[in-house]
Antibody
């Protein structure tokens, strides 16, 4: 059974960089069959896709966040990471990592439990 | 404002059938599959429907999806109290080159 677990600081100061890591267990992040994604959800609001990465390092980002987002992968640790720079209060949200089926980027079949990140001084 | 449009709420009594719509455009639903996610209170979203009308293993057949033109819909038949949740539609958008979600529909069992 594949499991994903987000980790990282729960509080980030405005203008700083938000950094989160997703650890995958029960499966290899290097598998050719999957993409690895980040999605966020502000309190009481809907879901927003941030971007995704393939094991090769190939990435795609939401154009609304592209200038501030970097997603990277570390296959040796079975982890992938999210960096979001120049954060503001609008970036306060629960951040989820999820697995997507290759060829079906919307087919997010396994999700982490989510981690709340608050942007505040 | 979400790229995909859903009604904010829907409701029904136990045993009833509830349908949730998801309206998009030619660049998303019109040319790609529709997906549906269920988010129970305080939990992560769960894949409910993929490729318009396919159910992952373990999802009851009370849940069904369909697509017509630039709109998709999710039907829940035999409504149960534990179906109370937020439901989100999603699709790939060819113009934006990203995954887009609907704003979500809160289903209440009366």
């Amino acid at each position: 059974q594949v499991q994903l677990q987000e980790s990282g600081p729960g509080l980030v100061k405005p203008s700083q960089t938000l950094s989160l890591t997703c650890t995958v267990s029960g499966g290899s992040i290097g598998s050719a069959s999957y993409y690895w994604s980040w999605i966020r959800q502000p309190a009481g609001k809907g879901l927003e896709w941030i971007g995704r990465i393939y094991s090769s390092g190939s990435t795609n980002y939401n154009p609304s966040l592209k200038s501030r987002v970097t997603i990277s992968v570390d296959t040796s640790k079975n982890q992938f990471s999210l960096n979001l720079s120049s954060v503001t209060a609008a970036d306060t949200a629960v951040y989820y990592c999820a697995r997507a089926i290759k060829g079906e980027w919307v087919r997010l079949d396994y999700w982490g439990q989510g981690t709340l990140v608050t942007v505040s001084s | 404002q979400s790229v995909l449009t859903q009604p904010p709420s829907a409701s029904g009594t136990p045993g009833q059938r509830v349908t949730i719509s998801c309206s998009g455009s030619s660049s998303n639903i019109g040319s790609n599959y529709v997906y549906w996610f269920q988010q129970l209170p305080g939990t992560a979203p769960k894949l409910l429907i993929y490729r318009n009308n396919q159910r992952p293993s373990g999802v009851p057949d009370r849940f069904s999806g369909s697509k017509s033109g630039t709109s998709g819909s999710l039907a829940i038949s035999g409504l149960r109290s534990d179906d109370e949740a937020d439901y989100y539609c999603a699709a790939w958008d060819d113009n934006l080159s990203c995954v887009v979600f609907g704003g979500g529909t809160k289903v209440t069992v009366l």
